[in-house]
């Protein structure tokens, strides 16, 4: 996920389906270590999607962390991907049905 990217899956939509959604974040560049941790200057990856679910949450990205003690990367994008689709397909389909 990036702002700077220009390709269209580099960035998640408002009126993306939630199948579209659970590829982006699937594909999302990460790190193989094993924990999720907040550090934007060794993994900035991480540290981007973790500020997506924090933003989601409406918590501290800095305690997010504490969300996925215990988890692999893939159960975090999993969890990511549940939240996203929960929050911002409603907004698409709205969206979509004012069109």
């Known amino acids: 996920m990036s702002k700077s990217d220009k390709q269209i899956r580099?960035?998640?939509?408002?009126?993306?389906d939630p199948e579209t959604i659970r590829l982006k974040i699937k594909r999302a560049k990460t790190d193989s270590?094993?924990?999720?941790?907040?550090?934007p200057e060794e993994r900035p990856e991480v540290a981007n999607l973790l500020?997506?679910?924090s933003a989601l949450?409406?918590?501290?990205?800095?305690?997010s962390p504490e969300l996925f003690e215990g988890d692999n990367?893939?159960?975090?994008?999993?969890?990511?991907?549940n939240k996203l689709i929960d929050k911002v397909?409603?907004?698409?389909e709205r969206a979509l049905d004012l069109c």
């Open 57 to 63: 949450e409406g918590i501290p990205v800095q305690s």
């Open 73 to 81: 990367m893939f159960s975090f994008k999993e969890k990511l991907t």
């Open 33 to 39: 270590h094993g924990q999720i941790t907040y550090d």
């Open 51 to 53: 500020r997506i679910y």
């Open 89 to 92: 397909c409603p907004i698409g």
């Open 10 to 16: 580099s960035c998640i939509n408002l009126v993306d």
